[in-house]
């Protein structure tokens, strides 16, 4: 079985950036449901007995009947772990060390991947998420995905996170969904996106 990590932050806590509404409704409704969904898909398996991670990364061992009910429902559940790990309140740290090094060398500046990431994330078309991705040589690359799939079937290691699905910005933010992204970078746990990339 697969458990929903606790929420370690109030749901008002990341506001004016993210409104406690949505972040209440994000957490207790859908990141619930994938978790929920999941494990019922899984009931009776032994897929709960591994990683998640392992899981998502080959498709084709889980049986073709069940394959949709698992991997969508487990791209939901991994999707939203790792973008409440990225995001944070206080302590956030700032960009530096290896990753630094790494985003100045691939896209020249800091700003230069911002505007690179922030372009991605604006271009997917309907709902899906927008990450920083690290190759099996250590480069780094920007990938969005549709829906709920992740860089993970094409062995990337995601970075960062974000959730471009209306369900995360919309109450506040309506179809501004260029305004969320730039609300979104002052939220930033860049102590846990180092932590995944060393």
């Given at each position: 079985m697969f458990i929903q990590p606790e929420l370690w932050f109030a749901y008002d806590a990341l506001a004016p950036h993210i409104d406690a509404m949505t972040m209440e409704i994000h957490y207790t409704k859908h990141h619930a449901w994938y978790t929920k969904k999941l494990n019922a898909a899984i009931e009776g398996t032994t897929f709960g007995e591994g990683s998640i991670e392992d899981l998502l990364s080959d498709p084709s061992q889980v049986p073709e009947e069940k394959r949709h009910a698992i991997m969508n429902n487990g791209w939901g559940f991994y999707n939203h772990n790792l973008f409440r790990e990225s995001i944070n309140p206080e302590g956030k740290g700032i960009l530096s060390g290896d990753l630094?090094?790494?985003?100045?060398?691939?896209?020249?500046?800091?700003?230069?991947?911002?505007?690179?990431?922030?372009?991605?994330a604006l271009s997917l078309f309907g709902s899906g998420?927008?990450?920083?991705?690290?190759?099996?040589?250590?480069?780094?690359?920007?990938?969005?995905?549709?829906?709920?799939?992740?860089?993970?079937?094409?062995?990337?290691?995601?970075?960062?996170?974000?959730?471009?699905?209306?369900?995360?910005?919309?109450?506040?933010?309506?179809?501004?969904?260029?305004?969320?992204?730039?609300?979104?970078?002052d939220v930033i746990n860049w102590n846990v996106v180092e932590k995944r990339y060393g």
């Open positions: 630094k090094d790494a985003i100045i060398a691939e896209y020249w500046s800091f700003e230069g991947f911002q505007e690179a990431f922030t372009a991605k998420w927008t990450y920083l991705c690290k190759n099996s040589e250590g480069g780094l690359c920007i990938k969005r995905c549709s829906f709920q799939e992740t860089p993970l079937k094409a062995w990337l290691t995601p970075l960062l996170w974000l959730d471009v699905w209306e369900h995360a910005y919309y109450l506040h933010y309506q179809n501004r969904r260029a305004d969320y992204v730039s609300a979104w970078w």
